[in-house]
């Protein structure tokens, strides 16, 4: 079969030159193609009758030429040569016979057959060549060729199953190209499906399929897309992983992998603008380059893009706001050092400018000159109405107009002050009293009016505190409270005030320690002689919040302590005295207490030795009928005693003794043996 056997493209309807062969009827073609397999052309036919009679003309003329009348020609009386002939012309015949028979029928030129007049044979051999291609048109084109043929022609069922194998094949390349990501592709393509197909049944069903599918895996990725926006990055991969599962070939790995990538990008620039953002919280003019520059390193392809878009003027906005506390603190160069690193990435160049501006108009201002106030409101008239900073501008013109005024008058008012006496300072207070309270510079003209103040009172009231410290220095009573008599006349609220309470205190102190030195004197002589009970009483004669209360306290427990020793020691003694193991043991518990500072201390740690020996003596003896209770005996004996270590032994021994090993088995020994070597 050559390629012009197979039709590349041509129409069901195209119409070709007529010959012989199309001029007969349908019938008479439909005989002569089944005879040899394809269409007998009348160029064929002519040929061949032309040969069969030029034939027939050859052998008369041979036999007219050779023949005598009334005498047969010799060969035909030769044996040999009948019997060759008969050898061979069988032979021939047989060998022409076969060689036809096994001759293939010429195929047909599809593309130039006339289809109006094509036999079904030839449509349906036509329609099986162009459906091999396996594309779609030319499927559409082999149902074409065969399903207008009538219903009731012999090959309506050949006819019928290759439609419907064609119809499967073309839902099966739709279903490709929807596999393969084209859905509307695949959509057209099952829907050139003729409608009077019974396949075409299948194609609404299949088509409501992919899209079922379709949509569900856009769901699936638009769900992982936002988990991605919103930085959940363990919910967007669990959720990409359900594309995998999708039933589309194109959604489970291209767009898959797709989307697994750009999850693992966004991750990467999550974990950026986390650490920008960490940064940024730092609050750091560095931190906060830092994180522009992170921000920016963020591509436009990233689902972050848009956060880190709106994080960076967010980061620059900080920087603002940091130049804006060194500016309240009036630390103008910084602040406005700050405000020129912003980089125009922020796109905040418009309010950088507006607030360097405005902070070189308040460096001027503090100047606290007319000059500075003047050039600061020349600066600020550089702000136009259009920008955000306008109002505050404005407000800080109208200020700096006030103080313009107020100025004038606070200058004057310290050029008065100056003099330093108590008129030239009263004549400032009045001046500076001109200032309203309400304006700009109210709140210094009251600070300078205070101070002023101050220095008025300080005159008047130095000389109460001169005295004072003159009569002091005789150190005794009667001077001390003299000397408090004359610093109590400085009253409440005046400048000197606090300097006159901190001397009056002074003074105080000393007079309660020559009051309350002998009580505290008498106190220790008593307790030197180991009278604590009568120190203490002595001692607490000294009232709380005295001079000398802290340091009476300090002693009273001290000797409380002894005093709490000496009983314990008493009654330790006592109890002992009772002998028996728990006496003893309460004993050493009572003589444990007395502290290692009290003198006594010694004496307790003598009696505990023999005590805790006395109870290791009672211990053994207890052994000799009753191990166990010699054991909770010797238990009594306290660590650091000179019998502890004597007592953790003998115990060893006694509970060896309760609990023996096990002996040791020997391998040479029968279990008879070893029954009997076992302690009775």
Same mark, same amino acid.
């Given at each position: 079969?050559?390629?012009?056997?197979?039709?590349?493209?041509?129409?069901?309807?195209?119409?070709?030159?007529?010959?012989?062969?199309?001029?007969?009827?349908?019938?008479? $073609?439909?005989?002569?193609?089944?005879?040899?397999?394809?269409?007998?052309?009348?160029?064929?036919?002519?040929?061949?009758?032309?040969?069969?009679?030029?034939?027939?003309?050859?052998?008369?003329?041979?036999?007219?030429?050779?023949?005598?009348?009334?005498?047969?020609?010799?060969?035909?009386?030769?044996?040999?040569?009948?019997?060759?002939?008969?050898?061979?012309?069988?032979?021939?015949?047989?060998?022409?016979?076969?060689?036809?028979?096994?001759?293939?029928?010429?195929? #047909?030129?599809?593309?130039?057959?006339?289809?109006?007049?094509?036999?079904?044979?030839?449509?349906?051999?036509?329609?099986?060549?162009?459906?091999?291609?396996?594309?779609?048109?030319?499927?559409?084109?082999?149902?074409?060729?065969?399903?207008?043929?009538?219903?009731?022609?012999?090959?309506?069922?050949?006819?019928?199953?290759?439609?419907?194998?064609?119809?499967?094949?073309?839902?099966?390349?739709?279903?490709?190209?929807?596999?393969?990501?084209?859905?509307?592709?695949?959509?057209?393509?099952?829907?050139?499906?003729?409608?009077?197909?019974?396949?075409?049944?299948?194609?609404?069903?299949?088509?409501?399929?992919? $899209?079922?599918?379709?949509?569900?895996? !856009?769901?699936?990725?638009?769900?992982?897309?936002?988990?991605?926006?919103?930085?959940?990055?363990?919910?967007?991969?669990?959720?990409?992983?359900?594309?995998?599962?999708?039933?589309?070939?194109?959604?489970?790995?291209?767009?898959?992998?797709?989307?697994?990538?750009?999850?693992?990008?966004?991750?990467?620039?999550? !974990?950026?603008?986390?650490?920008?953002?960490?940064?940024?919280?730092?609050?750091?003019?560095?931190?906060?380059?830092?994180?522009?520059?992170?921000?920016?390193?963020?591509?436009?392809?990233?689902?972050?893009?848009?956060?880190?878009?709106?994080?960076?003027?967010?980061?620059?906005?900080?920087?603002?706001?940091?130049?804006?506390?060194?500016?309240?603190?009036?630390?103008?160069?910084?602040?406005?050092?700050?405000?020129?690193?912003?980089?125009?990435?922020?796109?905040?160049?418009?309010?950088?400018?507006?607030?360097?501006?405005?902070?070189?108009?308040?460096?001027?201002?503090?100047?606290?000159?007319?000059?500075?106030?003047?050039?600061?409101?020349?600066?600020?008239?550089?702000?136009?109405?259009?920008?955000?900073?306008?109002?505050?501008?404005?407000?800080?013109?109208?200020?700096?107009?006030?103080?313009? $005024?107020?100025?004038?008058?606070?200058?004057?008012?310290?050029?008065?002050?100056?003099?330093?006496?108590?008129?030239?300072?009263?004549?400032?207070?009045?001046?500076?009293?001109?200032?309203?309270?309400?304006?700009?510079?109210?709140?210094?003209?009251?600070?300078?009016?205070?101070?002023?103040?101050?220095?008025?009172?300080?005159?008047?009231?130095?000389?109460?505190?001169?005295?004072?410290?003159?009569?002091?220095?005789?150190?005794?009573?009667?001077?001390?409270?003299?000397?408090?008599?004359?610093?109590? $006349?400085?009253?409440?609220?005046?400048?000197?005030?606090?300097?006159?309470?901190?001397?009056?205190?002074?003074?105080?102190?000393?007079?309660?320690?020559?009051?309350?030195? #002998?009580?505290?004197?008498?106190?220790?002589?008593?307790?030197?002689?180991?009278?604590?009970?009568?120190?203490?009483?002595?001692?607490?004669?000294?009232?709380?919040?005295?001079?000398?209360?802290?340091?009476?306290?300090?002693?009273?427990? %001290?000797?409380?302590?002894?005093? %709490?020793?000496?009983?314990?020691?008493?009654?330790?003694?006592?109890?002992?005295?009772?002998?028996?193991?728990?006496?003893?043991?309460?004993?050493?518990?009572?003589?444990?207490?007395?502290?290692?500072?009290?003198?006594?201390?010694?004496?307790? %740690?003598?009696?505990?030795?023999?005590?805790?020996?006395?109870?290791?003596?009672?211990?053994?003896?207890?052994?000799?009928?009753?191990?166990?209770?010699?054991?909770?005996?010797?238990?009594?004996?306290?660590?650091?005693?000179?019998?502890?270590?004597?007592?953790?032994?003998?115990?060893?021994?006694?509970?060896?003794?309760?609990?023996?090993?096990?002996?040791?088995?020997?391998?040479?020994?029968?279990?008879?043996?070893?029954?009997?070597?076992?302690?009775?």
């Amino acid at each position: 079969m050559t390629e012009r056997d197979i039709p590349e493209s041509w129409s069901p309807a195209r119409a070709t030159e007529p010959d012989d062969m199309t001029l007969q009827t349908p019938k008479r $073609q439909f005989a002569e193609t089944h005879g040899s397999g394809v269409p007998a052309t009348g160029e064929a036919l002519s040929s061949l009758k032309r040969r069969k009679k030029s034939s027939s003309e050859k052998v008369v003329d041979s036999h007219d030429s050779s023949r005598k009348p009334g005498k047969l020609p010799r060969w035909t009386k030769s044996w040999i040569l009948w019997t060759l002939l008969l050898a061979l012309v069988p032979g021939s015949i047989g060998f022409m016979a076969m060689s036809m028979l096994f001759k293939l029928p010429t195929a #047909p030129n599809c593309p130039s057959i006339f289809w109006p007049l094509a036999s079904a044979s030839v449509r349906l051999h036509c329609a099986q060549l162009a459906a091999s291609k396996q594309t779609v048109n030319d499927l559409l084109q082999a149902i074409a060729l065969v399903k207008q043929l009538p219903q009731n022609h012999p090959l309506r069922v050949e006819i019928d199953k290759n439609i419907e194998d064609w119809s499967s094949e073309i839902l099966k390349l739709a279903d490709g190209s929807f596999q393969t990501g084209k859905l509307d592709e695949a959509i057209a393509t099952a829907r050139k499906i003729p409608e009077d197909l019974s396949a075409r049944k299948l194609v609404e069903d299949k088509i409501t399929h992919w $899209q079922s599918i379709w949509s569900k895996a !856009e769901g699936i990725y638009k769900e992982a897309e936002d988990h991605t926006r919103e930085g959940r990055w363990h919910q967007a991969f669990m959720t990409a992983a359900k594309l995998l599962r999708v039933d589309n070939k194109f959604w489970e790995t291209t767009r898959y992998e797709q989307l697994n990538g750009l999850i693992t990008g966004a991750r990467v620039d999550g !974990e950026k603008l986390a650490k920008a953002e960490g940064l940024a919280k730092n609050g750091t003019v560095n931190n906060l380059l830092e994180a522009i520059k992170l921000g920016q390193s963020i591509g436009q392809n990233s689902y972050i893009y848009q956060k880190a878009q709106k994080a960076i003027p967010e980061f620059g906005r900080k920087m603002l706001d940091l130049a804006q506390v060194k500016l309240d603190r009036q630390n103008a160069d910084e602040a406005i050092s700050i405000a020129q690193q912003i980089p125009s990435v922020t796109g905040l160049d418009g309010d950088t400018q507006d607030f360097i501006t405005l902070a070189e108009a308040q460096r001027s201002a503090w100047i606290g000159t007319t000059i500075g106030l003047e050039g600061a409101i020349s600066q600020a008239q550089q702000i136009s109405t259009t920008r955000p900073v306008y109002d505050k501008a404005q407000k800080l013109i109208a200020r700096w107009q006030l103080e313009i $005024q107020d100025v004038a008058l606070l200058e004057k008012a310290r050029s008065l002050a100056s003099l330093g006496t108590v008129s030239d300072l009263t004549a400032a207070i009045n001046e500076a009293q001109l200032v309203p309270a309400s304006n700009p510079r109210g709140r210094e003209a009251k600070s300078e009016i205070g101070r002023w103040v101050g220095q008025i009172q300080t005159i008047q009231d130095r000389p109460y505190l001169d005295r004072a410290d003159q009569i002091a220095l005789v150190d005794d009573m009667n001077s001390l409270q003299a000397a408090i008599a004359e610093a109590s $006349q400085v009253r409440r609220g005046r400048a000197l005030y606090p300097e006159a309470r901190k001397k009056i205190r002074t003074w105080t102190a000393k007079i309660e320690r020559i009051q309350d030195q #002998p009580y505290l004197d008498q106190a220790r002589a008593l307790a030197r002689d180991g009278n604590f009970n009568d120190a203490i009483r002595t001692a607490q004669q000294i009232a709380d919040g005295r001079a000398l209360a802290r340091e009476a306290q300090g002693d009273i427990d %001290n000797w409380q302590e002894q005093v %709490n020793a000496r009983e314990n020691w008493k009654q330790a003694r006592e109890v002992a005295q009772g002998g028996t193991p728990d006496a003893l043991s309460e004993a050493i518990r009572l003589a444990r207490r007395v502290p290692d500072s009290s003198m006594l201390r010694g004496d307790a %740690n003598v009696a505990i030795d023999q005590w805790s020996q006395q109870l290791l003596d009672i211990a053994r003896s207890q052994s000799e009928s009753d191990v166990e209770r010699a054991i909770e005996t010797a238990r009594l004996i306290p660590r650091r005693s000179a019998a502890y270590s004597t007592a953790r032994e003998q115990i060893r021994t006694w509970r060896e003794f309760l609990n023996p090993p096990e002996p040791q088995q020997t391998e040479e020994a029968s279990p008879s043996e070893s029954t009997n070597n076992e302690p009775q």
